[in-house]
């Protein structure tokens, strides 16, 4: 089993940054291909952000792409995401989640879907007021 909690959700303006992290325990981050999730009220799960097993490739789903940035700290078993210029439409429940060990992803349409994903944590509230 891969446990996972996120922290660093809050409240922020329009324009504000953010860092979430996850730290995952029972399983060793190195051999986790994994990705930061949102979910709005009322709207489905979206991909925002993943990270291949071994760290060489990352994607990002096209609303965040050059505003987030998600790393990988293997040495303190945690991923990052770091969230610049955020947004109201950045409003959402944020979730940190890791697939089965091993298995990786070629394409950001495998990396930024829910369904590929074994492992969730509990989610962390991120507000942007305008």
């Known amino acids: 089993q891969v446990h996972l909690e996120e922290s660093g959700g809050g409240s922020v303006e329009a324009g504000g940054s953010l860092r979430l992290s996850c730290f995952v325990s029972l399983y060793t981050v190195s051999s986790l291909s994994m990705g930061w999730f949102r979910q709005a009220p009322g709207k489905e799960r979206q991909g925002v952000a993943a990270i291949l097993v071994g760290g060489g490739s990352t994607a990002y789903a096209d609303s965040v792409e050059g505003r987030f940035t998600i790393s990988k700290n293997n040495a303190h078993n945690t991923i990052y995401l770091e969230m610049n210029n955020l947004n109201p439409e950045d409003t959402a429940m944020y979730y940190c989640?890791?697939?089965?060990?091993?298995?990786?992803?070629?394409?950001?349409?495998?990396?930024?879907?829910?369904?590929?994903?074994?492992?969730w944590g509990q989610g962390t509230q991120v507000t942007v007021s305008s």
């Open positions: 989640a890791a697939m089965a060990p091993f298995k990786g992803w070629t394409s950001s349409h495998v990396a930024l879907a829910p369904t590929e994903y074994t492992y």
